[in-house]
């Protein structure tokens, strides 16, 4: 396949992609609306525990809980940034073998780690369960193919000077 064909069919992978992301991200904030036809369902909002609960909680968890929330939801915007950040440098048409590439990938696989880490400690702390889930390997693999393109783009460019 030669260089032309590769590029127009990365380029209409990575603009399907960005469409599927921004539909993805308009569902998961589409849930979190209250239903519009019948307002707030009763007891959407009650909870049975009374201050009894609140009592039972130990302090730290509730000291953690509002900077692991944070963190989980800044590394959230941090993974659709950087993916989007991929997704439109790649649909641009140049050749996927540059800087701003490997870079963009290895800062997804990075953030793909840390949310993976912050989303189990929160878990931790909110829900006292552990699961961890299968995105640390994920951006694993993210920050190997990062040094992929970044192999790719130094031949690239030794390709370039030798023409």
Request: hydrophobic share 50%.
């Amino acid at each position: 396949m030669n260089n032309e064909k590769m590029i127009s069919k990365l380029k209409v992978i990575s603009r399907i992609s960005v469409v599927g992301v921004i539909a993805y991200i308009a569902l998961m904030a589409y849930r979190y609306l209250p239903d519009v036809v019948n307002g707030f369902m009763d007891g959407w909002n009650s909870y049975d525990g009374g201050e009894a609960a609140a009592d039972e909680m130990p302090v730290w968890k509730i000291l953690t809980a509002v900077p692991c929330g944070i963190a989980f939801a800044a590394t959230l915007i941090i993974i659709i940034v950087a993916g989007l950040q991929l997704l439109f440098s790649l649909s641009k048409g140049n050749s996927p073998f540059n800087e701003k590439v490997s870079k963009s990938i290895k800062n997804l696989g990075v953030s793909c780690i840390v949310f993976e880490i912050v989303r189990t400690f929160l878990m931790f702390v909110t829900l006292d369960t552990v699961h961890i889930g299968m995105l640390w390997l994920a951006g694993l693999v993210l920050c190997a193919f990062s040094l992929v393109f970044r192999y790719g783009t130094i031949l690239q460019k030794e390709s370039d000077e030798t023409l």
